[in-house]
């Protein structure tokens, strides 16, 4: 079995930054791409980054300057530090991770239950 734990969420004043962390643990063999998405109410579910294991990263538009993502392999745990944030930020924050289990051939898509952000005006 494999859970995903995110922690970091909470409300900030718009210009304020919060960081985010997630956390894998389980039978894991390996961990490839790691990512965060968000879900705004009534909003569909979206790409905010994703970081593959070698470090390369990639950002939504509208996050790119403000937002990085980082992880440490070691610790099975990616991070996504938010600065310059903005009302339009609010959102429960997701995390995915594709993993390779222990005994299985192919990797799966994992995610986290969500963590709360919500920036104030």
């Known amino acids: 079995q494999v859970q995903l734990v995110e922690s970091g969420g909470g409300l900030v004043q718009a210009g304020g930054s919060l960081r985010l962390s997630c956390v894998a643990s389980?039978?894991?063999?390996?961990?490839?791409?790691m990512g965060w998405y968000r879900q705004a109410p009534g909003k569909q579910r979206e790409l905010v980054a994703t970081?593959?294991?070698?470090?390369?990263?990639n950002y939504a538009d509208f996050v790119k300057g403000r937002f990085t993502i980082s992880r440490d392999n070691a610790k099975n745990t990616v991070y996504l530090q938010m600065n310059s944030l903005k009302p339009e930020d609010t959102a429960v924050y997701y995390c995915?991770?594709?993993?390779?289990?222990?005994?299985?051939?192919?990797?799966?898509?994992?995610w986290g239950q969500g963590t709360q952000v919500t920036v104030s005006s």
């Open positions: 389980g039978s894991i063999f390996s961990i490839n791409n």
């Open positions: 995915n991770s594709r993993i390779v289990r222990i005994g299985w051939a192919l990797s799966g898509d994992y």
């Open positions: 970081i593959t294991s070698g470090g390369s990263t």
